[in-house]
């Protein structure tokens, strides 16, 4: 433990008759085809994850994977059947509602796909809401709920009410109000999936804007892989209930753990995700003359170079000393590799 | 596609055997019909129940409102005095809304709100609501009042309305908060709620006249009982309706239990709330009028007494002015039902708040009126007011004069051919034979639960001693709902078809539905006096609203495409119609008749009161010797005729919906 500021052992939601009862029985790891024959519902199954301070580890899966029902035990919105939860080391499942209040009203926000937003409150009165159940004076709330608002460029919408700001709108009044405690840990579940595509994309680049500002711990859900790969420092793909693989977006690539994560990588653009030094071998090249590389380019970049020179390149860091070698062939397969 | 398609044919119930699709109904309904056919030989006790095997719940229930009544329970105090004081409690807030509207405050020296302030403000709150038309309807409704001479009537009951229904709706909302955050509340809740709003407007009368005695006070306590439920309904779906999300936002930004309550879910769930006040509002108008039995005051009071002098042309007079408030009524509670909040631009006070200002300068002017310059605008004399009662009754002299041979032959053709034999029929049925095709049915429909509730139902009518009056009743809600679907069925396909006809007949079932009942009265007795064919023509006008409703709406609910792929190939309307939109809508349309058969119960009650010889009079009798017991199980007889049919037609329906993928 120590450094973590989330993590998660052994966590369980089984939906059902008598879940915990079922667990027990089972020796606390049925696999997925007991369960089911038992008649629950596997919504998460024996997650184990941590999250570092000011990371952004992205949740992935198809639908009905069990992201949200994952980020709501983190939040303990959900009361998970078995495992562990810790939270700047507090074991968060023996946590007190009292406590959790008090957590909730400190440490943690969250943004939810539909907004969720007061419907009866203006964008003001609902960035001022978590300050207001604290009972923070009225004038300085609404200077803390102003200050946000410009921050997320809602500016002149103050007095505005949900129903009559569009969809973009209303999210950031959505993240304007996670933010307005200062959380330390935020939680989006899939808080741009309602959003068009173009706006989407504008939502993305204020969000890394945001996190550069404000360094967050973050879990982030999404079931766009290209979404994940702009934000995440580390993805964790989910299959019915499960952790398949958690790792960086070039790991998941190159080193898919099983069918199911290569299909969900199928369609990325590796040459512009992968890096030379992802794809080099380590042994610095013996022939030192020709051309030679930056190890922290992308593919992309370095693919007319790659393509007219017939031996291997030398791969450089950034003092120039060589850290590897990049052929032609290894480059050829981790990008077309995996595909059919 | 292929298992799902298979799943719905092999239909909920699985496990049974399989048998051919003209067996079920045969099954069902043959041993039901064997029964009252060998009915002769039957044993006695099968066809009705015999004296010494009811089930004395009369009497059960006498002795507790004795004890209740007599014996000091609580120590030092009755439980009488307990609803006694209860009644005082709400005498005051009645006597300042009173004072305010009508009778203003002698002690103090200060006078009622002058007319023309209260016409004024029903419209400056109708234009804040809505816009200028509501503003004509809601200012010229109220104006009628005064202009016509039932000032005074009227805001008495208005004020009975404006007590009672902000009382009905918080006990009704503080029920549903209850059920839904207990959950053993809320199973022992829905029960009661399904009689209560099954139970005949004059079952509680008589507890509240055996426990507070009579008058305005006890008249404006059953309205809020009769209220309340309807409230409480929809605060449940109301607060289970708000989005998930909505709730774990307010759960994250870290509101305590209360502050949750409070702050999200009850605002969240505004809407439901809102409906649910509207139709608090029209259920206490609709009660007051009634409450007049024991001697509520104001406008129903009036139309009781004309009715039973018959002074028809007076009692119509009433009857639109009760109209006219109801309309009112209904459109405000609805324009702020359907009310959203919206930003309001900077700027002086009398831009931002305009309607408020108005109201400001409308109270500041009409009281400087009245005050300074002229009286009438406080009051008007009565020889300021019109009087339409004479012109009532120059219409009613010449439909009696010139038709009531016509409508006599009418009316007793009916009686002879067809009501008489159709009575007789009705009261050959044998309880038994009842009880075994609900059973059957509910069994079918849904399992053995239903089937043991609607079999007891039955169980509980035959044994309390009121089967042959019950199948009395159970005869004119037949044979009027028959009529209703005749009429109804084609009136609603009507409207369907076309959006400017859908518009005017949601308009106008929707002024209909905010009638009181006892409205339907008025022309009906006019027309036939009283009678069965009366009753029947009252319950057929008051209960036919409902099939037209549903007909209408499930018909348009029909998705466009599945009436294009009949169009495209080669359905004619009639086809398209028949083979395509009924089948589907027709799930919806059972709904309607369900709708259709609660008012007809209601009507049937009320039409007691014009000489009918069922359920209803015996609950009439129990009204005047202000017997609880009796009132309270005849009632209870026919709520649980009406949840008998109400239970199985849900069940039906929902199962027909799962069957056609729409549930
Ligand atoms: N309250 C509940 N009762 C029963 N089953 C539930 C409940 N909540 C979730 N589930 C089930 O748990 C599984 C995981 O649901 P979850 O909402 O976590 O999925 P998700 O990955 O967030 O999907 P989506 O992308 O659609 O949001 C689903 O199969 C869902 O049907
Ligand atoms: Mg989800």
New binding site residues.
């Given amino acids: 433990m120590g450094e973590e500021k989330i993590s998660c052992r052994k966590v369980w ?1 089984l ?2 008759r008598d879940p915990e009862g079922f667990l027990r029985t089972h020796g606390g790891a049925p696999d997925i085809a007991a369960v089911r024959a038992a008649g629950y ?4 199954r024996d997650v184990s994850l941590e999250v570092m301070p000011s990371e952004i580890l992205v949740i992935m ?12 035990c983190l939040s303990r919105l ?1 009361e998970p059947t078995a495992g562990e939860i810790f939270f700047d080391g507090q074991d968060l499942l023996k946590a007190s509602a009292k406590e959790m209040i008090e957590l909730r009203r400190h440490k943690m926000g969250m943004v939810f ?1 539909h907004f969720a937003l007061l419907p009866h409150r203006t964008v003001l009165q609902n960035i001022a809401f978590p300050l207001e159940v604290q009972g923070v004076a009225r004038a300085a709330r609404e200077a803390r709920a102003r200050e946000i608002i410009a921050l997320v460029g809602l500016e002149g919408r103050e007095t505005y009410y949900p129903r009559e700001l569009s969809g973009g709108q209303q999210q950031r009044v959505g993240i304007a109000r996670s933010l307005a405690i200062e959380p330390d840990v935020w939680f989006l ?2 808080p741009f ?1 309602a959003l068009d595509p173009l706006i989407r994309r504008e939502m993305q680049d204020e969000f890394l804007r945001l996190q550069q500002m404000l360094k967050k711990t973050i879990v982030f ?1 999404t ?1 766009d892989f290209d979404e994940a790969i702009r934000l995440a420092d580390r993805i964790a793909i ?1 299959k019915e ?1 499960e952790v398949v693989q958690c790792g960086t977006a070039a790991e998941l690539i190159t080193n898919p753990a099983t069918d199911y994560v290569r299909e969900f990588t199928k369609d990325v653009s590796r040459e512009k995700l992968l890096t030379v030094r992802d794809v080099m071998e380590d042994a610095a090249a013996e022939d030192a003359s020709g051309p030679s590389i930056a190890a922290d380019e992308k593919i992309s970049a370095v693919a007319k170079t790659v393509l007219e020179t017939d031996s291997p390149i030398r791969v450089v860091d950034s003092q120039g000393a060589g850290v590897g070698t990049l052929r032609r062939a290894r480059v050829i397969d981790a990008l077309f590799g995996g595909r059919e | 596609m292929a298992e799902t398609a298979t799943g719905a044919e092999s239909s909920p119930p699985t496990g049974r055997p399989r048998l051919p699709s003209w067996a079920i109904p045969v099954l069902l309904v043959g041993p039901f019909l064997a029964l009252v056919m060998a009915r002769e030989r039957l044993p006695a006790w099968a066809v009705t129940v015999p004296e010494p095997w009811h089930v004395p719940f009369i009497d059960w229930i006498n002795a507790v409102v004795k004890v209740l009544r007599k014996d000091a329970i609580f120590g030092l105090f009755t439980f009488r005095d307990l609803t006694r004081a209860g009644a005082e409690a709400i005498d005051w807030p009645l006597q300042i809304v009173e004072g305010v509207l009508i009778a203003g405050f002698p002690a103090l020296g200060l006078p009622a709100l002058p007319w023309v302030l209260i016409v004024g403000l029903a419209a400056i709150w109708g234009w804040y609501l809505k816009g200028p038309r509501l503003a004509l309807l809601a200012g010229g409704c109220i104006a009628y009042l005064a202009l016509f001479g039932k000032w005074k009537l009227s805001m008495i009951t208005l004020a009975a309305v404006l007590v009672a229904a902000p009382v009905a709706g918080a006990i009704g909302i503080a029920l549903g908060i209850l059920a839904v955050k207990k959950r053993w509340f809320e199973m022992l809740l829905w029960p009661v709620l399904n009689v209560m709003q099954s139970l005949p407007h004059f079952s509680y009368l008589i507890p509240v006249a055996v426990f507070i005695g009579v008058g305005h006070k006890a008249g404006t306590i059953a309205t809020i009982l009769f209220a309340m439920p309807p409230m409480a309904r929809l605060a449940i779906l109301g607060l289970r309706g708000i989005s998930k999300e909505v709730t774990e936002a307010g759960i994250m930004a870290g509101c305590t239990p209360r502050q949750l309550l409070w702050k999200v879910e009850v605002p969240a769930a505004r809407d439901a709330l809102m409906i649910g006040v509207n139709q608090v509002i029209m259920q206490c108008l609709a009660m007051v009028v009634i409450a007049s039995f024991v001697g509520a005051k104001g406008l129903g009071h009036d139309l009781l007494f004309r009715l039973q002098s018959l002074r028809i042309g007076q009692a119509l007079e009433i009857g639109v002015a009760i109209v006219l408030m109801a309309i009112a009524l209904d459109r405000l509670s609805q324009a702020l039902a359907a009310r959203q909040p919206a930003h309001i631009p900077e700027g002086p006070f009398w831009r931002t708040h305009p309607f408020l200002t108005a109201a400001g300068g409308a109270i500041v002017g009409s009281i400087l009126a009245a005050v300074l310059t002229t009286p009438l605008a406080q009051i008007l004399p009565k020889d300021l007011t019109v009087t339409t009662a004479p012109m009532w009754d120059a219409l009613v002299d010449i439909i009696t004069v010139n038709l009531f041979d016509a409508l006599a032959i009418f009316r007793d053709d009916l009686l002879r051919h067809v009501l008489i034999p159709l009575r007789r029929l009705f009261q050959l049925v044998p309880w038994l034979a009842l009880v075994i095709l609900v059973a059957s049915l509910g069994w079918y429909l849904k399992g053995w639960r239903l089937a043991l509730t609607v079999a007891g139902f039955i169980l509980f009518i035959a044994f309390a001693g009121f089967w042959p009056r019950a199948l009395i009743t159970a005869y004119m809600v037949a044979f009027s709902v028959v009529v209703c679907i005749v009429v109804g069925l084609p009136l609603g396909v009507w409207a369907s078809r076309g959006d400017r006809r859908t518009a005017i007949a949601t308009t106008l079932c929707d002024t209909f539905q905010t009638f009181p009942s006892f409205i339907y009265l008025i022309p009906v007795i006019m027309l036939f006096q009283v009678g069965d064919v009366a009753a029947i023509t009252a319950i057929v006008i008051y209960a036919v609203i409902p099939i037209v409703r549903y007909t209408m709406f499930g018909l348009r609910a029909v998705p466009s495409e599945i009436v294009e792929a009949a169009t495209t190939s080669g359905c004619t309307p009639m086809q398209t119609l028949w083979k395509v939109r009924m089948p589907l809508a027709f799930p919806e349309i059972m709904l309607g008749i369900n709708q259709t058969i609660m008012f007809a119960l209601f009507m049937v009650i009320i039409a007691a009161f014009i000489g009918t010889r069922d359920l209803g009079q015996e609950i009439f009798r129990a009204l005047t010797f202000a017997d609880a017991g009796k009132g309270l199980v005849v009632g209870l007889c026919v709520s649980f005729m009406g949840l008998t049919a109400d239970q199985l037609i849900t069940a039906w329906a929902h199962r027909r919906r799962q069957m056609l993928g729409v549930a």
């Fill in positions: 939601k939906y059902g519902i596997p919504a998460v899966g198809l639908s009905g994977s069990g992201k949200s029902t994952l980020v709501r959900i796909q579940d899939e999936s859900i079931h989910m209930g």
